[in-house]
């Protein structure tokens, strides 16, 4: 077993903003390994934040976030249970960072649900005339087309899109690790976003 040293603790403390007895508690149970430690920390964030889902969110914040010297504008509205939360430099930091990805991606939709049918319809017959094209047995083209149009609500939807700053979390990791650091429940209910000229 690895000794906890102070350090290490403040180190968790300042990447993650989890209370000391959860830093001293993640580091024990990974050995003193910092990295492992964060995944432990996570883990139980995303644990916590699937038992808050639930509960109601009346509260929160409109951020907007203007971009490329005027060219792009997001306005989105996030909510949170309590004032309190709303008011908070996290939760802050939280909706206008998620406004920044929706400015550098422009996500179709929150969910699979909010993209058009018309869209949607479009995208599987340009999938299908392409499986087609490439020689494909016509036994398995719906099943190529439903593999893409999968992928297509993945890329296209905010929740299941990638996070800029952190490629290697979603949209959706993203929000359950800050309900997690809360300790309520927060959803990402809208957005808009403009762009010059279109």
């Known amino acids: ?36 430690a964060l995944d432990f920390l996570r883990k139980k964030g995303l644990a916590a934040a699937a038992k808050r889902s639930a509960r109601a969110t009346s509260e929160g914040t409109v951020m907007s976030y203007i971009h490329m010297g005027g060219k792009i504008g997001v306005m989105v509205e996030i909510n949170c249970e309590t004032d309190f939360v709303a008011k908070n430099e996290d939760f802050q930091a939280f909706a206008k960072d998620v406004a920044m990805h929706i400015a550098a991606v422009n996500p179709a939709g929150l969910a699979p649900e909010d993209i058009s049918e ?16 490439q020689g494909k047995p016509e036994n398995i083209v719906d099943k190529i087309v439903e593999g893409q149009v999968q992928k297509f609500y ?40 403009y762009q010059l000229g279109e």
Do not use: H, W
Not at 4 to 20: D, F, H, N, P, Y
Not at 27 to 34: P, T
Not at 177 to 183: A, D, T
């Open 1 to 36: 077993m690895a000794d906890i040293s102070a350090a290490m603790v403040k180190e968790l403390r300042e990447k993650t903003g989890s209370g000391i007895m959860d830093c001293k508690k993640a580091l024990k149970e990974s050995d003193g390994d910092v990295a492992k």
């Open 118 to 133: 018309d869209v949607v319809a479009k995208e599987r017959e340009i999938y299908r005339e392409r499986a087609l094209e």
């Open 154 to 193: 993945k890329d296209s939807c905010l929740m299941s899109q990638a996070y800029v700053k952190n490629p290697q979390i979603t949209i959706e990791d993203y929000t359950k690790e800050v309900i997690g650091k809360m300790g309520e429940n927060i959803r990402i209910r809208r957005f808009v976003r």
